[in-house]
């Protein structure tokens, strides 16, 4: 019980090296493919569940915007097998670094804004300033919304990093509790087990969750830069 709580968010290491690299590339391993005509259950249901994600994000993008599909998929099935491996015994969750997801936030944003500046120049630098705005204010205004601006690849990398790795503190707290009630009452250690399991399902409709909203604000980023 005296072990320090953020250990298992402490990058991992082989033979002294960090093996951050392959723990991000094994996701990939785990997609399912087919080399046959006539795909399986499991392949149809991944291609069914990605062309409905696809769709569903993809809605309301012009041609501009749509050319940016792979890529937010890519990410979206990245982000998810990355969080949902994470939730394995004796495993590490790469997007509980906040290295990692500034990494993957600010390359995106950056890529949205210079897609606006080069498509839509006027009105991208139109938001930085409010229609009526008194004189007075223009200044002030403008420094804020570049603020608000240049602190978005900021929020999306927190947002993913204090949900992951608030939902993995709080299972360890628990497996500790249930593991240190064993000895002591079988009754609390069978509620505190239950609560165990009712964490372990609703961090993964987290991972789920975040996977989505990291890739969805990324996509209402380029909806305005397009």
Not at 34 to 47: A, G, P
Not at 78 to 88: V, Y
Not at 130 to 142: F, S
Not at 154 to 163: E, I, K, S, W
């Amino acid at each position: 019980m005296n072990e320090n709580l953020f250990t298992l968010f402490s990058t991992p290491t082989v033979l002294g090296q960090p093996a951050t690299i392959p723990i991000i590339l094994f996701p990939m391993l785990l997609i399912p493919t087919s080399k046959y005509l006539i795909n399986n259950r499991l392949t149809t249901i991944q291609q069914n569940l990605t062309q409905f994600t696809l769709k569903q994000m993809m809605m309301t993008h012009n041609t501009k915007g749509q050319t940016w599909s792979l890529m937010l998929m890519s990410l979206i099935i990245f982000i998810t097998m990355t969080n949902l491996l994470g939730l394995l015994p004796y495993s590490f969750t790469p997007t509980t670094q906040l290295s990692m997801n500034l990494a993957m936030a600010i390359p995106l944003w950056a890529g949205t804004v210079v897609t606006g500046l080069r498509l839509k120049t006027k009105s991208s630098l139109a938001h930085l300033l409010p229609q009526g705005t008194p004189t007075q204010l223009i200044p002030m205004l403008v420094v804020i919304e570049t603020i608000s601006l240049l602190i978005q690849p900021v929020a999306l990398a927190v947002r993913l990093t204090a949900n992951i790795t608030a939902g993995h503190l709080l299972m360890h707290l628990t497996g500790n509790a249930a593991l240190a009630l064993s000895t002591i009452s079988s009754p609390a250690t069978l509620l505190t087990f239950t609560l165990l399991m009712l964490l372990t399902i609703l961090e993964i409709a987290v991972a789920l969750i975040q996977a989505y909203v990291f890739t969805l604000l990324i996509s209402l980023y380029l909806h305005n830069n397009t």
